[in-house]
């Protein structure tokens, strides 16, 4: 099917190349022909889990997030390392951040985090059959885990209390999928 909206690349430069992300000023010409720019950031993609206890409790993570300024309470979430598969960067993510493994994974799609200036995407698990384990996050990472009831993960999503957009995303599709918590 073709894409009645587009926009096509003409040129442009890499402005920044760094570890994780490169940003990119892009040349491109718009449906109606005029010439714009636009700013993209490359990013390796990543992974959310929304891993639930025997209880029927959502394992979350708190964390500051400098860029916000703020703790956010989160599914327990990660970057993908070059050439990575989604489900194994997921398995890491939640032992490390959460201590769990688990034996049994259903994928629930994915999400683009910011499509206006990110090529960001961003995977969803479930994760059920959860296993205690010794938590082991990255040296720069600070997290509490905090398990609440689904209801409550869902309560706070609608009344705006949960405003991490992964979270919302995989509650929102757990919820509509009518999947068993």
Partial sequence: MESKFFEKRTGGQLEYDGKYLKVRLDDVELINGHAAKRVVVEHPGGVGVLAVTPRGDVVLVRQYRYPVGEELLEIPAGKLERGEIPLDCAKRELSEETGYSASEWQELGFIYTSPGYSDERLYLFRATG??????????????????????ELLAQVKSGALRDAKTVAAAARAALADIAI
């Fill in 130 to 151: 959860l296993i205690t384990g010794d938590v082991h996050p990255d040296n720069d990472e600070f997290v509490e885990t905090v398990e609440i009831p689904f209801a």
